[in-house]
């Protein structure tokens, strides 16, 4: 397994690189992935030994040029294959004698088109040498800390109007890896994951994984520290016994959210006809999911939303959550939304429910806010309100986790509600999530210092819901499974080590 | 019925506006109220008669001001009444004598703290005086085209840095009209509406609905040519007999769609709490919305994301869906969700299969693509291959819709494959609606582009299918209740006047 590790490091931490097929032709997939390496502008140049390979030129970008790879002088540890599909075992023929480690192949057409002799053919060669395969029919890796970037889709794009506008955004380095099976849904990950400020540590998309699977990279993933949430779009799986083996193993680590798509009689047809999968039935991969404490999403913006949580906060226990708010229906559909996932929103304990009277009788909290969960304090809300009475809530024992609806329309309130309740939030060992609702400038500022408190944020009461769940399920599967309390130790020794 | 069209018209088109309990005092709803009306920055200013009401003051932002409503000279249409819960029967009393048409009353401590012979006084006295009543513990309404704004949350909020910033924005008029039994949902709707930019025709919030309802709303809606679409959130129907009726009516000419919160027993224990709502079972719900053509929404972002689409396109019949995509995961990811709501994916016809394959023979487009349904182009695509392969498909009869996940990604894509897929799209009468995933500049410029030439967009593959779904099963209503043929006249008419 050692080795395994080893030779996947290859993809992320290459000494040399060679790219087979790189060109000067603007706009060619060999263009576009030979300039990431040499020339990624807005992020870190590849710092590594870089040879584009192109029997046609001299150098490219500054960078000499060598007809094969086999005249590269020395060893090669990654390259990245584009030249047509025939061409594609040649490659890796010489590749062998390179002493490559890693090849990442791009090129299309092979099993997805049918072409499942050409596909043996690479497998056999590849496995000849000892070399990984990503791909064929992917987009491979992007790795912000070394510059590794076989992704062709320009970062750049320039409009008809002549505006030059980020494209395909690569994120900043962050916690979340993103593997996936799509290189059409990672792209749209990658934009997605950009424009939220969600950091990324590794991005893999690998095609038709005619070598290198989910499951290998799932290995790979845990041992990798800069790695604590695993993003895995899927349309089917390689080997059923490697995944449930090693997928249960890492959820005990970190968690895996997963999209698997094919879930439908006409959606395996069409994954078919995308990557080759062969979907089979959906039962089958709930079950496996639910085995291995894999989080399966629904659907996209749960499949992220989810993600955001579990790469922002500790998971914990139970199933009864309570809901602090300054907006009447907002409480109630995140109510709804609770009890259909299967979570409860019981009435706060006697205790409490005193504790809330006697701020009544205070005049800490208006006598007119509801305080039987949802607590809610009303739109003549005022900071300090919020902040006394999620202390209450959180002291409550049979609360498990809360859900801060706090809208900023209250004219009552400055930022101060969320600062101090963050204050608060980081005393209790129970997880909170916050959301506003809104799309213009104080709405998305709103949701932004949430964020930054470490107050995961969404945009409707249901999306808080679901990341609620998500949080509490997984810590229930750590706890049954005895690994919550070797978690929890981790997380708090990066959240040390990071201050 | 003319005359209960007559009075509550004067909610939204009064000659005259008296505000009791207007004051000078900076942040009180009495201020916020009044200076919407006086002096409604972002908005037009109110343009008929304006009086403020307070015995303390002699001006206020330099009208005079009464001390009490009798002491008004002439008649008063409209009075928005934010004095204290005793003192409001009082003033209703008053407005008698002013020939007052319509009240509305933002104070709360009524029904939903259960002073219900508080609110019980106030619907006598204003059914003495002929008055209809919006409220009590509402926002009322906002009106941008003739400056009514009763919304007590004031447009701008000034940040503990200083910054002054929009807070509660009142959207551009539109043809939605928004009506909520919750203020805070309603104050949400707005920033939502705002920041997506999808105008709004009338805005009202009726909190504990003592008299004017949501039936009594949709009655003036239907008769409403500014709206045309009717956004509607619920904790409980006033009068189920009314609404059976009224909705119905209104459905066969605009469609309404519905969030009705309050679903879950817990949810339902706190919506009695936000609005003195008593919900009921939630199927009778369901049922009453299936006979009405009301479609509800079971999340706030497909209540927003349904009426976007049915704002924008007009709907269709049938149930099979075309999809046609440059990106082959989001692609098997909107199958599964079109399937998972009840549409189809079916393969094309033969005859446009042999279409496909004629322009894969000519190199219109690539060997490559799938051409089964999804038609999926490939990240290889270039404009014009989706704006020859959206034509061919809107030809094909199986096909009723189309959903576009037209993502900007791909290297070949110019805006072109925009513009000219809307040019196609307008030669045939089936919905098509678009998505583009991300979250960066071009992602939003790409979906802002759809939207504005008539394409609704979404930023995922799930929201599309949900939007197309509402789009075909609203056709289906209509055209079950032989109101198809007239709706698709009357759209297309508006559509002529605003050319």
């Not at 590794?148 to 002549?162: E, M, Q, R």
């Not at 994120?171 to 994951?193: H, K, R, V, W």
């Not at 259909?340 to 304990?349: F, K, Y």
Request: proline share 4%; net charge negative.
């Amino acid at each position: 397994m050692e080795d395994t590790i080893q030779k996947l490091d290859a993809f992320f931490n290459p000494r040399s690189v060679a790219v087979i097929g790189a060109t000067k032709s603007q706009g060619k997939a060999g263009a576009v992935i030979f300039e990431n390496f040499a020339n990624n502008e807005p992020q870190s140049v590849f710092k590594g030994k870089l040879y584009p390979i192109n029997p046609k030129e001299e150098e490219i970008s500054g960078f000499k040029c060598y007809k094969t790879l086999s005249e590269v002088p020395g060893d090669v540890d990654l390259i990245v294959v584009i030249v047509p599909s025939n061409a594609v075992a040649g490659v890796l023929e010489e590749a062998g004698g390179k002493h490559t480690k890693a090849a990442v192949i791009i090129s299309a057409g092979f099993k997805e088109v049918g072409n499942h002799e050409l596909e043996d053919q690479v497998i056999s060669v590849a496995k000849k040498h000892g070399i990984r395969v990503l791909g064929p029919n992917c987009l491979g890796v992007f790795y912000a800390k070394t510059g590794v970037d076989s992704i062709f889709l320009p970062a750049y794009k320039v409009l008809s109007t002549g505006e030059k506008i980020i494209s395909t955004p690569r994120p900043e380095l962050g916690n979340i890896a993103m593997i996936t099976q799509s290189g059409a849904f990672g792209s749209a990950a990658l934009d997605y994951l950009s424009g939220r400020e969600m950091g990324v540590s590794k991005f893999v998309s690998f095609g038709n994984k005619c070598d290198t699977s989910e499951s290998d990279m799932l290995e790979y993933l845990l041992q990798d520290e800069e790695t604590h949430v695993i993003l895995l779009y899927l349309e089917d799986i390689k080997s059923g016994k490697d995944f449930l083996q090693i997928a249960k193993k890492v959820s005990l680590k970190k968690p895996i959210v997963v999209i698997k798509s094919g879930r439908s009689e006409a959606g395996a047809r069409a994954a078919a006809s995308h990557t080759g999968a062969i979907a089979g039935a959906d039962k089958i991969y709930d079950a496996a999911f639910e085995k291995t404490g894999v989080i399966r999403a629904k659907n996209t913006n749960e499949f992220f939303n989810i993600g955001k949580a579990l790469a922002s906060i500790k998971p914990s226990v139970g199933s009864n959550v309570g809901i602090l708010t300054d907006a009447g229906g907002p409480g109630v559909m995140c109510v709804d939304e609770c009890e259909i996932v299967g979570l409860t929103v019981n009435e706060l304990s006697e205790s409490t429910l005193k504790k809330f009277e006697d701020l009544k009788e205070k005049g800490s909290i208006f006598k007119i806010a509801a305080t039987h969960n949802p607590v809610d304090l009303t739109g003549s809300v005022i900071d300090d309100q919020f902040v006394i009475s999620a202390d209450l809530m959180f002291q409550d024992p049979t609360i498990n986790g809360i859900i801060f609806l706090g809208l900023h329309h209250m004219p009552g309130l400055q930022e101060r509600y969320i600062i101090e309740v963050a204050k608060i939030a980081a005393k209790y060992d129970k997880p909170i999530v916050a959301c506003d609702i809104g799309e213009t400038a104080l709405a998305l500022k709103t949701r932004k210092l949430f964020d930054t408190l470490g107050l995961p944020s969404y945009s409707s009461p249901e999306d808080a819901a679901h990341a609620m769940k998500a949080l509490l399920r997984y810590g229930e599967f750590l706890q049954k499974n005895n690994a919550l309390d070797a978690y929890i130790t981790e997380y708090n020794k990066r959240k040390t080590t990071q201050k």
